[in-house]
């Protein structure tokens, strides 16, 4: 359809490079329902002496770059969360042992979350975006940290927690913002898209 200049309107189209249900749900919250949902399949191993600010920024590009090969009139947005203390990254527990080393290592200590963003233009430009957020543990007793393993909540999480988890009541505080720590700052998402070109307002608007 042609509009009253005689300029073609071309929709915009975001395709979501995860298969994360939180960042789909955190996309909807604020307005922007991902028009295809097409999850990146590449190996998440951090490299010798990587750092993990480093370590998510590297994956979030991996990712986008991997799928807009399948969308290339798409803007292509793509996150990796790597949960660290110090230079340490948590893995994602396999197993109860894993994740009880995991919650051993947070309870009573501080730190940080990371997500890097990274969105690909349907002209092929790449841009990303790093967020991190201090998280602050209560000290964790055994009873809590085996109720915890038990309940299985750990499962497929990084660090081996989710804040809007069970884990939430371990939280004593959470320095920068909430949402990163979910898995998608909502509005550093907001800001990196609008300043490569996607109408943010107006896909907020169209009613889903």
Sequence with gaps: MANRCGESRVRQRLVLASASPRRRALLEQIGLAADAIDP???????????????????????????????????????????????????????????????????????????????????????????????????????????AYIAAEDWRDKAGGYAIQGHAGRFVISVNGSCSNVVGLPLYETCALLGGVGFAVDSAAAVPT
């Design 40 to 146: 990146a399949d590449i190996g998440e191993i951090a490299k010798s002496k990587e750092s993990p600010p480093a370590f998510a920024e590297r994956l979030a590009r991996e990712k986008a770059s991997a799928v807009i090969a399948r969308h290339p009139d798409a803007f292509v947005l793509a996150a990796d969360t790597v949960v660290a203390c110090g230079r340490r990254i948590l893995p994602k527990p396999v197993d109860e042992a894993e994740a009880r080393a995991c919650l051993l290592l947070l309870s009573g200590r501080r730190h940080r979350v990371h997500t890097a963003l990274a969105v690909i233009t349907p002209d092929s430009a790449t841009h990303s975006r790093l967020v991190t957020s201090q998280v602050r543990f209560k000290r964790l007793t055994s009873t809590e940290i085996d």
